[in-house]
């Protein structure tokens, strides 16, 4: 369950009520489908979304040029921002990433190569706040959409050091949003395990793990 800071706001009112999407409808229609979408988190969106009105609103919404991740995501930071400033108590930051696999979308501009490199999609690098102790979800202080460069065959270690798109980049990224504080735990898997991340991570101010990928 995500901690709300209100416990008389719904999960909607709380983790998007403050979304800036040009319109106060927009944040409206937002807040009521991020409740339904709560109440079935597995499924497809018709299972979710029973009443077919409800169903095309939420279409219209995601169709809107207004609603970008970012602006969506920006609320909900903010919320977990003053959820989890108000605790005293060691949290756990987990990152890792995974693929979201759009290949068949073929309207989709801006996505590029995932799997073997015949998909094209996103890579999602995700930052989860958790209670280590009561297992509580806090909710995301990062969410990156990444799109993997074509890069040539021939690139030198040099250049591939010095290119800003490389994938190694997530995970200095994706702690970007978390507070310099030692109560906050950094949890990555072994595609942190860079001297480039670490050295940002021992300069952060918070403790972190690694899943060690090199001797």
């Known amino acids: 369950m995500i901690l709300q800071q209100n416990s008389e706001l719904s999960f909607g009112e709380a983790n998007f009520g403050q979304a800036e999407l040009g319109d106060d409808r927009r944040t409206k229609r937002l807040v009521k489908c991020a409740d339904l979408l709560s109440l079935h988190p597995g499924g497809t969106f018709p299972d979710k979304f029973k009443s077919p009105a409800d169903l095309k609103a939420f279409y219209r919404l995601c169709d ?24 005293r108590r060691d949290l756990l930051v987990i990152h890792d990433a995974t693929e979201l696999d759009y290949t068949t979308h073929f309207a989709l501009e801006g996505i590029g190569q995932v799997g073997n490199g015949y998909q094209r999609g996103y890579i999602c690098h995700n930052s989860l706040v958790v209670d280590p102790k009561t297992r509580e979800v806090f909710g995301l202080s990062s969410q990156i959409l990444h799109h993997r460069a074509k890069v040539p065959k021939n690139e030198t270690q040099k250049q591939r050091r010095e290119r800003e798109s490389r994938e190694s ?15 906050f735990i950094d949890v990555c898997d072994q595609g942190a395990d860079v001297f480039e991340f670490l050295a940002h991570e021992t300069n952060s101010g918070r403790r972190f793990v690694v899943r060690a990928a090199y001797d």
């Open 64 to 87: 809107c040029d207004e609603v970008t991740h970012e602006a969506v995501m920006t609320a909900h930071h903010v919320n977990l921002m003053e959820t989890i400033g108000s605790l």
């Open 169 to 183: 980049r997530l995970w200095v990224q994706g702690v970007a949003g978390v507070p310099s504080q030692h109560q």
